[in-house]
């Protein structure tokens, strides 16, 4: 099975632009984009790093890319070797996804004939995660002199930058160094490299925004000329001394050797895919495009702090603000919780982290409670503004409702918070702040909430749904159903916490003066309208008045467009006043509530939205492909599964929104290739008393086995047309049920379980 | 006094289209607009037919041209006679409007050089509402021929037309008929004519659409050519018999004569003249601009039904669709009140007979009670569509809340039956529907109502309020004020009543099934959300979140637009993210409710929202002539009282949006000028127990005489700048009381009562 993926002579700006996406390194700490060593800004090269954000003016506030210490430009004959000067033999780029290295190989021809080879790889260090390490590699048919221009490149690429300011390069011993302070806060940052040049006296240059070494040295085809690059990425979020540890760091991996950390760091990848690899027999593209969903989830995930999460377009850049949107909570979770459960913990501890910003914006809009940001960045604030698209027709901005309207945000945080205490049973998770964060949601809801006297029931007015093509609507079924699963949270963990940590629940309740809430919840709850299917009509509305809107067919409306690039929504978009909607919105509710309906709702609904949908969110296919599968649709189950799955794959998503750069890596997309593999194709359910299984495996599939995290306990399930294998991957610590086709199996003592199932029978079961 | 208005040499498409709207004829019955009569249907010749309506295709339903009875074509040495040819030597048209009669004269030089004038005058019989009568004189300097074709012209101008079908032309006797069916409905309408034409013998010429008489005849200039025309108009609406009792009404208008039924007309205006006349000493502009106000609130004032109403641009075409909008009620409902009771009467019934239409459209939106059409018609159903602008960058229709969210118009009409009452003290009008409908007017609100846990209040929740820029907002101030004004209504009728009329009272509460929401109402009056002036800030709020606008200047938002008919509102309008209103909201809230705030709360809002809007509407200048007028700033009262006051004087208002035509007469603008002379600069305000009075007559005003129906009670009232005089017009009948300063006086049983002010005191008083 192949874990690499390659690509050739791809050297035009959009090829650079999907390319460095596509083969991104990274760390969790920092991202470093798929871009070649001789590359600058224009190119898009990026060192984004968690967690720190800038604002420029009153320009968006967003991530910053640290200077480049990975610059590399050789020169032969006076000319530079750079792919984009045209004189490449051949070249090719690739991405080891098993152990996140980045490889490169072009071969370059010069003007008196001799051929050049460079070869580089690079990996942003899994054991430390303020490293990057680059081995370069120099060749050539005819011995020639090389001329290396190598060091830290600070005139980065920037949305709304310029952020960093009073850029100062020094050096310490070998390290050359790079500091600046951040426009907004001043936040120091610190790059750092230590390379050892072999060959003439090395010569420091100093720019005004970088720091290079510059050598000249002989090469030949059996003497290559090799060269190694530890550079380290600090800043004042993350570190007391930004600039003192980064030199250390650098003098430490310069002692450890390239070598060694290589091997340090692919022990660590091989460790994390025994955790989480899936194997799918009988269809490769299918198990490239899963694996490489899962690297880039992997590469982005915060392992080195509970204080960062992962922005919806990874650490690929500075799009979409570097923000934390729903997309960690819903899309990339369920992964984490079932293979990594540490790391959904860390991402669940930064909304906690948060908690302030989002009682902070529910005060602002005259609520209590947390109302978390529509788009979070390190503070918890809203980093969504009101105007967040462009109208094509009078360049204008449109005013959107994202920040103000999309309430469902906190039931989403709070949704996250008890999947993953099913998926683990860690308690701690609600006594170390998840209680907190759950209760203040449900406060903010209750806040709210409307009581109609007329219809005698609690109503959620005027907000948007996932489908953001309608905005402002009243009672969007996705968005009460969560509310109310946010009350229903709220008292589960209240009476756990006061059952198993009665001092502790008391204290909390205390001091969030909650007692009155939580009353007021109870009987809220009770009455809060859950739009649903009825008799007369299964398909669930969307929201309030929405079958009366226009229903035209999805290929009509868009011929109405006038302009390629116009919205669907905002005031006067084309879809608002019809039934088409922007991504799955019922049929995601479905989803999260499965137990909630029938097959047949599922069925009805699935076949009602879904050619209403125009699938204008990466978010969308998965949904579409979980209940396909639950209602036994596998080939459109297979359909949106690989739909999401090769998201960044092909790179083919939407690049640039007019002028603005839009591309990036697509997390939650990835984290939703992996809900479809297990959660629909799998028909893995976890609940908090047993896992239930209901394969649907595409018939072009005659195996999986796969690895699963069950409160405490690592299983690896295999599943074929006719059998579901369950077995301990260590020895069993809890008693652990399966529930196939009807019945409810116990895994022995001995840890392992063979079930029989007739696809059919479990098709017609429910 | 001057009571003729005269213009000459305007006939340009643009002055033909003003003209005809300002000189028109009209007597609630029908309105024949201001047009020659050689006029056709591209000169927008029209006799409008209240409450008669049609629909073609999926057009707007709008009201019926009927035929053009008025035509005359008189031709001399083969040419036409017509203004548009271009061989006028002088020419002028004027309508004495003391009288609704309608003068032309034009004098054309023939191809002969030959002299020949056209003298006619026109009216819609005030006696005999079906019946237009004309008189029409031929004159010439050297004796010619002259070729004379008169009768009924069935080409009709229409906007979404054709709406006449079937037509049928016939004779009866001398009378010629032109007879038709409506599209929709198959209504019949019918148009006759009876003309004695001198001289040679008469010929018909019956076309498809038209039936006219031609004769020849020989004229001089001591012999000039006369002759009349009585034409009737009846609609199956009105009639059994159109056709019939058309032929009789034109036989019987033919032995009368024209004199005659002149004169009777006249002795008929002027009595109306006597119960409603302002005279107001030094300032002739003022004085000709209120009369001609409240000319044209007359001549559209239907006496003849109240299955009316009177619509937003009158009788003077199918602009609005020929709707009833909350224009009538609360724009020119003061001026019947307190000089034509019985027509206010008649324009409340109207409400009263589409109540069912009301009731409909509330179930409609799933509400109970009645919410009365945005654009009312004959039945009640709502005209108003939801697309009601078109956006001029796509072209595509806007999608607009007027329908589904001006919900004020229901406490609009449930405020004006109260209005009637204090004015007039009938209580008849409860027994005769008035209270079923403020009944259902107070179940829609209840049905309406949202209640707070959070604020422990009721709100309404995405409404519409009169300022038509921001749609869909929560608690605006003015409906939230006017839907606990209806709550309070309701309750004082119960009460009322129940006092005076129990059985009565108990069959209705019965038969409305409303004992459980007279409870409801009562529970909910007391909670709910009224936006006033804090102590803070003595601003209101126009609704939640208003301030938080866009502050911008009303000049710079204006710089902002980039097509000069760009539309302010809807979706994405210029106004919709900023503090710019479309006109008076909360500004004509405490107009209202003026009791209940102060004149430093006044003040504060006025000069808070006067440059903050835009005045897109003709019912914005009157709330801000009326409000400057009580905090005493006279300056801004007179300017805002021309300026409402000569809308149709000038007629310089929008006539067209893109190739719509929307031109007409502004009732609401005329009636809005009455009461920003009488209730704003004379200072008036009837409550149930006496007159208020506090004069801010502007400088040059040295004496106004007003008369004033006062709850059964006719009063003629002097104010100069120093003196009140108040007068019976009438033997008393019931007590009486004047408050002045602070000091209530009673009306002696002489009648006679003068009272001394300094108006500084006045201003200060309150």
Known sequence: MCWTITETDQY??????????????????????????????????????SGIYDRVGDLWREPVNAPNGGYVQVSVEGQPLNVLSGNVKCHSQSLDYAHSVHHRRTAFETASGNMVLIIARRFASLAHPHLLCIEYTLQACRECEIFIQTGIDGDVWDLNGPHLERMAPSTAGGVICLSASTHERGIPVAVCERTLLPGGEETIFQGEKRILREVRARINWTHPYIFYKFV???????????????????????????????????????????????????????????????????????????TVSIPARGLSGQVYKGAIFWDTEIFMLPFFNHAFPAISRNLLMYRYHTLDGARRKAAEYGYRGAFYAWESQDTGDDACTLFNVTDVFTNRPLRTYFRDKQVHISADVAYAFWQYYIASGDESIFLDGGAEVIFECARFFLSALYYSPERDRYELLDVTGPDEYHERVHNNAYTNLMAAHTFETCLKVRDLLLARYPAQAQALIARLGFARDLAAIESALKKIYLPGPAKTQPVIPQFDGYFALEDVALPDLLKRKLHPHEYLGAGSGLATTTQIIK??????????????????????????????????????????????????????????????????????????????????????????????????????????????????????????NLPLAYRGQRLNLRLTQSEVEVQAAEPLTRGVEIELGGAVYRLPESGALTLSYLPEQVGQSA
Chains 1, 2 share one sequence.
Request: proline share 3%.
């Open 583 to 704: 991504q799955a919105d019922v049929i995601l509710a479905m989803f999260l509530f499965s137990e909630r309906y029938t097959k047949q709702e599922k069925a009805a609904n699935w076949e009602y939205y879904e050619p209403r949908t125009e699938h204008g969110s990466s978010l969308s296919a998965c949904s579409y492909s979980l209940i396909a599968a639950q209602i036994g649709k596998v080939d459109w189950a297979y359909r949106y599964f690989m739909k999401t799955a090769t998201i960044d794959l092909t790179g083919e998503g939407k690049q640039y929104v007019g002028p603005l750069y839009i591309g990036g890596t697509h997390p939650a997309g990835n984290g939703g290739a992996w809900m479809a593999a297990v959660l629909g194709l799998c028909g893995i359910r976890c609940a908090s008393d047993m896992i239930h299984i209901e394969p649907r495996l595409p018939e072009h599939w005659s195996e999986v």
């Open 12 to 49: 035009d700006q959009a090829a650079i632009d999907r390319l460095g996406n596509k083969f991104l390194v990274g760390n969790g700490y920092f991202g470093y984009r798929g871009t070649l060593e001789e590359y600058t800004k224009e190119q898009k090269t990026a060192t984004i790093v």
């Open 232 to 306: 380290s990425i600090h800043t004042g979020v993350d570190s007391t001394a930004p600039l003192e540890e980064g030199i250390a760091l650098c003098n430490r991996a310069a002692a450890e050797g390239f070598e060694k950390l290589y091997q340090e760091h692919c022990r660590l990848w091989e460790r994390r895919w025994q955790e989480c690899d899936i194997q799918i027999k009988g269809d490769e593209e299918a198990q490239q495009a899963l694996r490489f969903s899962m690297y880039h989830l992997l590469a982005i995930a915060p392992t080195h702090a509970d």
